[in-house]
C-alpha cells in the first residue's frame, strides 16, 4: 500500500544577510515507521518564529546550527496517526517540536498532549505556547513591573509582544506599545488596550516615545533591536530593568556595524542609572514556570483579560516566504503555517 | 583668640577631560561652629575615589554635580574638636563627608562613630568602608559566585578590585585579577592570594586572559571599562553576571567614540549567552547589608582572610595632584590623605 510522501523543507544554503527563497528546498521523503515509545505525527501546525534565523547561520549562538541539508527545525502542533507509546492514541494531538515538515516521528515522552477543545490547537504555539511563555516569564522574572511602572515593547502586535503588554497592564502597570504602521498601532490600542502606542516608522519615533512615556521607561522589553533602541534608551529610568529576549532587527546583519561606538555610552548609563540588563531564553525558567503560565494564560483568556492574533498561512510550501516577510515585519499577529 | 583656618579645597573649573591643578583651588575660611545637634570635626583622613571625577562635571549622573566654587566632596574621619551632640565627646572619632577640608561642622545623627582600637582609622575609607562595601554588596547581590566558578576583576590592587578577588576565594570562586605593571600583578598574586593575574599593559592581554581562564568566566566585575572588556568579553560564559560599578578609563572620555560600533555585539552575547549586566551604587545595598558587611569584614581582616593594602599622601595640598594620578593608575592601594 503506498503511504503518503513526507513533505519537507531542508535548509539548502545559509543565508548572508536577508533569507531568500533558494536558501531553502522542499524535499519528498518517505514517512519513517514509530520504534516502540514513539508516534507517528501527521504535522497540523508549524510556527514561524524569529529565532529560526539564527539556526540558518553558523555563527555560535544560544542553540546549535542547523545543518545544510537537515530539516528547518520549529515547533510543531501534530495529530497522532499511529502510536507506539501508552499514553497517546490515533486521533490524539500533541505539542512537538517537528520542525518544517508534514509527517514526524517523536518520543511519546518528548510530547506534551493537547485538549482541541480546552483551546484552538494552533495557540499551543503562540499565546499558550513559547511566545506567551517569552512574554510571561521574562516579564514577571527579570522584568518585574510594579503597580504604576511604565512598560515598553516592540513588535507589540506580535505574539511576544502583545502578551508582555497584557500581562504588565493586569500587574498594574502603564503598558506603551511600538509597532509598524497605522494598522498594526490601532489594534494594538484597540484590541490589545495597551495605554499608549507609537509607530516605528515614524521620523519623530523618539519624540513620540517620549510622549507617550512622561514618567520614562520602568521596562524595556527588548525584542527587535536596531532603531528603537535609541528611542527608548535616553527615557530609561534610574533601576529600570530590560528583558532582552531577541533582536530581530539585527539576525539578518553581517560584519561590523559603523560608529559612533555606542557601548560607552550604554555602559555609562548602566552605571549611572543601576540599569539591569539581561537575555534570556524562556526554556531556562520552563521548568519552574510552565504550569503556572499555562493556568494563568488559560484563565487570563479565558475572562478576556488576554487576547491574541493569529496570521495563518496555509501549505507548507509557502512557510519559506511566510518567514521571509516575518522578518521584515509583514506578518500581524502570531505566524503558524496550517497543513 | 584665633582659631585655626579652615583649609579647603573648591572647584575652581570643570574639567575637560582629564583634571589638571587648575581645576583645584585652596582657599583659607572662618572654622565653623557647630549649632545643637552638630559637632565640629578636624578631618585626620580624606578618602579619594574615582567617583569624584563624575562630581566634577556638570553631565548628570547618579548623584548631583558638585558646584564651582563649592569644596569638592568626599569621605572622611574626623576628630571631634566640640561637639553639641549627645553621642559625642571631644576626642571621639567618627566617619563623616566632608570633604576637602581640614575642619567641618556635621550633624551628630549622621555621623558613625569609629573605635580607633577596633581598626585602624583609615580603613574606615576603604576596606571596612565604601570601597570594601562596594566590593561585598555587587559582587555577593549581582555576581553570585558559586564554588569553583571564575570571578575576573580589573584594578585588582586596588581597593575594590582587591576585596572583589578575596572574597570571591572565600565562596569558593576562583579568582582572577588584571593590574597595571609587575609590581601590581606580584603585589595581587602573592599579597592578595588571587589564582592568577593579567597584566593590562601586556599587548597580548586577550590571550593571557584567556590562558588564565580555562573555564571562561562567570562573573566580570566592570569597574574600569577601557580596552579590558574587550579582552573580557569573548570569554564570558552563558548565564555570566556583570556588576558594574565604576568605568574609571572613560571618565575622562569627551565626545563620540569611534566606532565600529559594539553595542549590536553586545546585546547579540547577551541574548546568546543569558548574560545579565547590572549598574549599581553601594548605597543600594546600605541598609540591608551594611551590618552584616561590617562584621563579616573585621572578622575576615581579624583571620587573615582579607588583607588590603593604602597609599597615604600626606597633607591636603597635595590631594589634587594626588587624585590625578589615581584617574591614570598612579596609586598602589588605596588613596587616602593625611591631614
Not at 493537547?114 to 499565546?127: M, N, R
Not at 502583545?162 to 504588565?168: D, E, L, N
Not at 503598558?175 to 507609537?198: L, S
Not at 560607552?264 to 539581561?278: A, D, E, G
Request: glycine letters at 12%; charged letters at 20%.
Amino acid at each position: 500500500m503506498p503511504q503518503p510522501d513526507n513533505i519537507r523543507i531542508v535548509l539548502a544554503s545559509r543565508p548572508e544577510g536577508r533569507p531568500k527563497p533558494e536558501n531553502f528546498r522542499l524535499e519528498h521523503a518517505a514517512v519513517p515507521a514509530p520504534a516502540e515509545g514513539e508516534v507517528l505525527l501527521a504535522i497540523r501546525y508549524l510556527s514561524l518564529d524569529p529565532y529560526m534565523r539564527g539556526r540558518m547561520s553558523a555563527a555560535k549562538s544560544y542553540a546549535a546550527s542547523t545543518e545544510i541539508g537537515q530539516v528547518m527545525e520549529g515547533g510543531t502542533v501534530g495529530e497522532v496517526l499511529e502510536s507506539r507509546h501508552p499514553d497517546f492514541k490515533a486521533g490524539d494531538f500533541a505539542l512537538s517540536f517537528s520542525g518544517w515538515q508534514s509527517h514526524a516521528v517523536a518520543k511519546g515522552a518528548q510530547l506534551r498532549k493537547l485538549d482541541p477543545k480546552a483551546a484552538p490547537l494552533s495557540t499551543a504555539l503562540g499565546v499558550l505556547g513559547m511566545p506567551g511563555f517569552t512574554a510571561y516569564s521574562g516579564l514577571l522574572t527579570i522584568g518585574q513591573p510594579k503597580t504604576g511602572e511604565t512598560v515598553v515593547v516592540a513588535a507589540a502586535s506580535g505574539p511576544v509582544g502583545s502578551a508582555v503588554g497584557q500581562i504588565a497592564r493586569i500587574k498594574g502597570a502603564r503598558a506603551v506599545g511600538i509597532a509598524g504602521g497605522p494598522e498594526k498601532c490601532a489594534y494594538v490600542k484597540e484590541k490589545f488596550g495597551f495605554d499608549a502606542v507609537v509607530d516605528h516608522r515614524d521620523p519623530d519615533l523618539a519624540g513620540k516615545l517620549a510622549a507617550a512615556c512622561p514618567d520614562g521607561i520602568d521596562v524595556y522589553f527588548e525584542n527587535v533591536g536596531g532603531h528603537v533602541w535609541d528611542a527608548v534608551f535616553p527615557l530609561l529610568n534610574t533601576f529600570a530593568r530590560i528583558p532582552v529576549c531577541g533582536l530581530i532587527a539585527q539576525y539578518n546583519a553581517t560584519g561590523d556595524f559603523p560608529g559612533p561606538d555606542r557601548l560607552p555610552v550604554l555602559m555609562r548609563q548602566v552605571l549611572s542609572k543601576s540599569l539591569t540588563i539581561r537575555g534570556f531564553i524562556q526554556r531556562e525558567f520552563a521548568e519552574a514556570q510552565g504550569p503556572s503560565f499555562r493556568s494563568e494564560m488559560a484563565r487570563w483568556i479565558a475572562e478576556g483579560a488576554v487576547k491574541y492574533k493569529e496570521d495563518v498561512v496555509e501549505g507548507l510550501a509557502n512557510a519559506p516566504e511566510a518567514f521571509i516577510g516575518l522578518l521584515e515585519g509583514k506578518n500581524f499577529g502570531k505566524l503558524v503555517v496550517k497543513l
